[in-house]
């Protein structure tokens, strides 16, 4: 399936496409979410608990996430954003850095594990290795950096400008992702609803409303379905 040549491509990826980069999913067999438990890593109440426990938490996918590399999907997706420019918006609950090393720009609605937020000042800073407890602000010098993740209870990022795209998609495609959390689980309804069709790449179904599913591994189906909407695009 492509969109009409000219027409918005909304896209949205989840954890399942980083899978094969070798970063864990949450809700697979196996996944972080059954490792520990949300409750105690992914809350303002957790961090403020257990601060050092919830940065220890970050450090370690901060630190698995920059010795993995993009996969295939990644690439293929850098490829479809430098072939549609504007006509694409790549929106990410991923807070790994795997789209923008695959060559593309992605809208990161959860935030970036490679930034650290200011709880005092609101000031961003990229960030590459541990964050410590208590950290101290180049802005502000409050020692009060945590995560730059939208945690459970938070308002994600960049919705104004989703939902402004996902209101003119011509075509809405949902990639590696249970479509289990709101409110990018209800992307695809929205997108719907503005008359855009609807197409989930996942390794099996989830039940959303998709008009059309193909199920499979990220690396194998995303590129496909690039190549496809590269060569509707070109006609
Ligand atoms: N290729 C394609 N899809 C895959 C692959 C793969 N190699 N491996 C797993 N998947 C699919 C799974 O079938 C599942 O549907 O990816 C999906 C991963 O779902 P989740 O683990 O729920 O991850 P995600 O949907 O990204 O979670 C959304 O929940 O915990 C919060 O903030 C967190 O951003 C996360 C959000």
């Not at 050092?52 to 370690?60: E, L």
């Not at 995303?222 to 006609?235: D, E, G, L, N």
Request: negative net charge.
């Amino acid at each position: 399936m492509a969109a009409q040549p000219g027409g918005m491509i909304v896209i949205l990826t989840g954890a399942g496409i980083s899978a094969e980069s070798g970063l864990g999913t949450f809700r697979d067999l196996g996944g972080i979410w059954q490792q520990v438990r949300l409750e105690e890593v992914a809350t303002p109440e957790a961090f403020a608990r257990d601060p050092a426990y919830v940065q220890q938490f970050y450090n370690a996918r901060r630190a698995q996430a920059g010795a993995v590399e993009p996969n295939a999907a990644h690439l293929a997706l850098g490829e479809l954003q430098r072939a549609l420019g504007d006509g694409l918006m790549l929106v990410t609950q991923n807070v790994d850095d795997l789209h923008e090393r695959g060559g593309a720009k992605a809208v990161h609605m959860h935030g970036s594990l490679f930034s650290a937020l200011c709880a005092a000042c609101g000031a961003r800073h990229p960030w590459a290795g541990d964050l410590g407890n208590g950290e101290m602000c180049a802005a502000c010098g409050q020692p009060a950096l945590r995560p730059d993740v939208v945690w459970f209870g938070e308002m994600p990022h960049h919705m104004a400008e989703i939902e402004e795209a996902l209101g003119v998609a011509t075509l809405f495609v949902s990639i590696g992702t249970s479509g289990q959390v709101y409110p990018a689980a209800g992307f695809a309804q929205l997108a719907r609803k503005a008359g855009a069709e609807t197409l989930e790449l996942n390794l099996e179904a989830t039940g959303g409303p998709f008009d059309r599913v193909e199920t499979g591994l990220a690396s194998e189906i995303v590129p496909t379905f690039v190549a496809s909407v590269i060569k509707a695009h070109a006609r």
